[in-house]
């Protein structure tokens, strides 16, 4: 089990990330790392987060799920793709 993060999003995306969203051919478009707001869980129906812990809101009638992954930060590509592809194939078995 990997700690909980309880920290805010960066000012950026992490390089890692950012090259990992460039071999999907995914373009960032300016996108930015963000917060889970009270308003953008109170539009969801189920908020799958990736062990922000406290940080996160809780709204009673939400469906919560914590996928427990590695932080990027500090991998290697090949760990961090695997990470990546990991939760593809979560996504793809959550989602169908």
Known sequence: MHPQRRH??????DPIAQRLIEELH???DGELPKPLT??????ADIVI??????????????R????????LKG??????RAVRDGLGRRIDAWSN
Do not use: F, M, N, Q
């Not at 805010?8 to 995306?13: N, R, V």
């Not at 991998?75 to 961090?80: H, N, P, R």
């Open 8 to 13: 805010a999003p960066s000012d950026c995306i």
């Open 64 to 71: 919560y799920l914590d996928w427990s992954v590695p932080d």
């Open 49 to 62: 987060t990736l062990g922000c812990g406290d940080a996160c809101p809780v709204l009673p009638g939400r």
């Open 26 to 28: 995914l373009p960032p």
């Open 38 to 43: 009270t308003e953008i869980v109170d539009a």
């Open 75 to 80: 991998l290697d590509i090949e760990s961090a």
